[in-house]
């Protein structure tokens, strides 16, 4: 049975005590002692209370245990963002086949840890063994790590565990990281092409503006003698001047609109606003409308079918929508399963969700096939974000190349509009 390194403080005198109990988790020690009349103050597993301790010595610093009724946020001093999607969802599957392939968990992990080359990723993937080797689940070592192993990741490995079925769900959780990778560099591929247009027309236009128009405009005025340049030339030197006099302002303030607008993204209206926003765009907000059905069908039908309880599952998949009116949806719709209401009334009562999702979902309720109804519709809305993006970017590509000619043209009809004056002039 595996050990425990405990601080508690004694109800009756105030004393604080360190020690070591045995127990099956951190929930169970720290429910012994309580039954004895001592406050938990840390809990820990005892490696992990000799590793802090170690590391107190001999480099100064101090690692803090979990605390009774909070959840760490950092895992053991251990560098979690260096861990990336693809690492994630690489080292899932192999553990997966792995186990399938009836190597031991401890065993599995121990080969995955030598492996495993990224730096950061390591020495979590060497904890999560030592967790097992000391007696502990997979769970206890995963949730030490939020920031590598989300809630979905940890709810379904847990599940995985109650049911004895380890392989299924890392072989599910390997099938939605890839899914969610596949789905996020098409976009991020299909945007790559604006964005080079739009870093190519700001380039150009910043270079005429800066050192092509102030030329034009020494001409015009020796030439024109004070007479007035039309209206649309006096517009394009005005702005030429101010980008050229005035470009430490210009980016200033352009750089504190950007940072106004993060920081008012970050508040609950801000946030609301953003959100909403995204929904109604014209075109784009289609485009994400269906990306964020896909997400929610998707992960709440990867929970439901690796065992998840249906309203653990809606909380889960109301944390991971990405949307905050998609989260108030889910959460309306988690209340009325709680008190006995089916999925699909309120689903459709949010006027969020697409008739034909209420419609699909209810006739997975009444099938019992509730988990592969899900899935079928994610895949749908998958597919149709695929379409919405290849239209999106044959849509975006001539049109950024019209909005470039545009502004160019716009500059070179602003110059050549005196240029025709002083020709006439001439003549």
């Known amino acids: 049975m595996p050990r425990f390194a405990y601080t508690a403080i004694e109800q009756a005198s105030g004393r604080e005590l360190q020690g070591v109990l045995e127990g099956t988790s951190i929930e169970a020690v720290i429910a012994v002692l309580k039954t004895r009349g001592l406050a938990p103050l840390e809990v820990n597993p005892q490696y992990v209370a000799e590793l802090a301790r170690a590391r ?26 260096g861990v990336k999607t693809k690492e994630l969802a690489v080292f899932t599957r192999q553990l997966g086949t792995l186990i399938k392939a009836g190597m031991p968990l401890l065993r599995s992990l121990e080969v995955l840890s030598r492996q495993e080359r990224n730096s950061h990723f390591n020495p979590v993937i060497a904890a999560l063994a030592e967790t097992i ?28 565990e109650a049911g004895g079925v ?3 769900v890392f072989d599910r959780l390997a099938q939605f990281l890839e899914k969610s990778m596949r789905v996020r560099g098409r976009i991020k591929s299909a945007l790559t092409y604006p964005l080079i247009i739009v870093l190519v027309a700001t380039g150009i236009v910043s270079a005429l503006m ?28 005005g702005a030429s001047t101010l980008l050229k006099n005035h470009a430490l302002l210009t980016g200033m303030l352009g750089l504190g609109m950007y940072f106004l607008i993060q920081f008012w993204g970050r508040t609950k209206s801000g946030t609301k606003s953003l959100h909403g926003l995204q929904l109604h765009l014209p075109v784009l ?4 409308l269906k990306t964020a059905i896909a ?9 439901l079918s690796s065992g998840v309880p249906i309203l653990d599952a809606l909380r889960i998949t109301r944390d991971t929508s990405g949307n905050v009116h998609v989260s108030a949806a889910i959460t309306a719709v988690h209340d009325r399963v709680k008190e006995g209401d089916t999925v699909a009334v309120p689903l459709r009562a949010t006027n969020i969700f697409p008739d034909m999702v209420p419609s699909m979902i209810e006739v997975g309720e009444e099938t019992g096939a509730l988990p592969e109804m899900l899935t079928r519709i994610a895949d749908g809305y998958d597919e149709e974000v695929d379409h919405a993006v290849d239209a999106l970017t044959s849509l975006v590509e001539p049109l950024m190349i019209v909005v470039m000619a545009f502004m160019v043209g716009t500059i070179v009809i602003a110059l050549f509009l005196p240029i025709v004056r002083i020709i006439q002039s001439l003549g």
């Open 56 to 81: 107190k010595k001999s480099a100064g610093s101090s690692t803090v245990g979990v605390r009774p009724g909070k959840r760490r946020r950092r895992g053991l001093n251990f560098p979690g963002s």
């Open 210 to 237: 800066v050192f092509v128009v102030p030329k034009f405009e020494v001409i015009f005025a020796s030439t024109l003698k004070g007479q007035p340049l039309p209206a649309l030339t006096q517009v394009v030197i």
């Open 166 to 168: 380890l392989e299924v």
């Open 285 to 288: 907000g289609d485009l994400f």
């Open 295 to 303: 997400r929610f069908t998707r992960t709440f039908g990867t929970l």
């Open 133 to 160: 080797r000391s007696g502990g689940t997979l769970s206890d070592g995963l949730q030490q790590y939020p920031r590598i192993f989300d809630r979905l990741y940890l709810n379904m490995v847990k599940a995985g």
